[in-house]
């Protein structure tokens, strides 16, 4: 008999196993400004999975491109919560939970750092408007003249408060963070961050797709920094295709933000349901970044 999920967020329910141990099952919800959706998209749950296993695979047990003959884990002193998502490998009753296969992945459980940290590389999202109106992005002061989809001077660490399901983040700077959860964790999760983002960055160019911005969120473990949640998904973050760049279309959900922006809908309210070109827009290109990405971290 399948158990109640003890949580349920936008995208990932969660399921207990034990005090150390639980599991991460992704469906096929989609949300956008922090808002679910009635609709589903279909195969999302199984790529999300996939993706992100195959991330923290790879940083457990694949040398680094930023530090040769090193795991990224290893060469930062932080780890993953990925156990496995070989079904088979789950423990009793979950094992038999034929629906999952693909879309779950047994994890450690930790105490969550409630910030998420995130990295951008170009002038996008929330970051083009804080600079339109103020020049600066999370208190990080820009030149002047920059225009929308500009390739930062730097990677920017920019995190922002992580909020209960329904309310919407907030952006804030970096002082601020480091007065919530200490100077040293806070340095240790910039710099966490900024490598992950350089390293997949690299790996994402490979692959022929430009990885603009990501988030990533971090928990406690016997004293340890863990990476957790979702990793380089297209939940998490804006990629543009190579040789389409200048059309700043980004191969993520950004195609339902831009939707739900051009009908303008208030963000609050009931959302609008998504057109039938949008939803299998969004499968395909999804699809299309974890076959790719398949091909270069196993």
Not at 26 to 46: C, H, L, N, Q, Y
Not at 80 to 92: A, K
Request: charged content about 30%; proline content about 5%.
């Amino acid at each position: 008999m399948k158990k109640s999920p003890f949580y349920r967020g936008k995208v990932r329910d969660l399921y207990e196993v034990d005090d150390e141990r639980m599991i991460i099952v992704s469906t096929d919800r989609i949300s956008a400004f922090d808002v679910v959706f009635s609709e589903a998209i279909p195969k999302k749950g199984i790529y999300l999975n996939e993706i992100s296993s195959l991330w923290f695979w790879y940083l457990q047990n694949k040398p680094s491109r930023l530090f040769p003959q090193k795991t990224l884990t290893t060469a930062l002193n932080f780890k993953t919560h990925f156990i496995t998502n070989d079904l088979s490998e789950f423990p009793e009753p979950f094992c038999h939970i034929d629906e999952w296969n693909q879309r779950a992945m047994l994890v450690y459980k930790t105490k969550r750092i409630d910030f998420e940290c995130v990295v951008r590389g170009y002038l996008l999202g929330s970051a083009w408007k804080e600079y339109q109106a103020t020049q600066k992005v999370s208190g990080i002061a820009l030149k002047p003249g920059l225009k929308f989809g500009d390739a930062l001077p730097e990677f920017l660490f920019t995190p922002t408060t992580k909020e209960e399901l329904g309310k919407h983040d907030i952006n804030v700077d970096f002082e601020y963070m480091q007065e919530k959860i200490g100077s040293t964790l806070a340095q240790r999760l910039k710099e966490i961050s900024l490598s992950l983002f350089k390293e997949a960055k690299e790996i994402y160019d490979s692959i022929g797709f430009i990885l603009c911005d990501t988030k990533f969120e971090f928990g406690i473990r016997n004293g340890e920094i863990y990476l957790i949640d979702e990793v380089l998904t297209p939940d998490s973050s804006r990629f543009w295709k190579k040789g389409n760049e200048k059309k700043k279309d980004s191969y993520d959900k950004q195609i339902l933000r831009d939707y739900l922006e051009k009908i303008s809908w208030d963000k609050n309210s009931p959302p609008p349901p998504i057109p039938q070109d949008i939803i299998s827009e969004l499968q395909s290109r999804y699809e299309e970044i974890y076959l790719r990405l398949k091909e270069v971290l196993v």
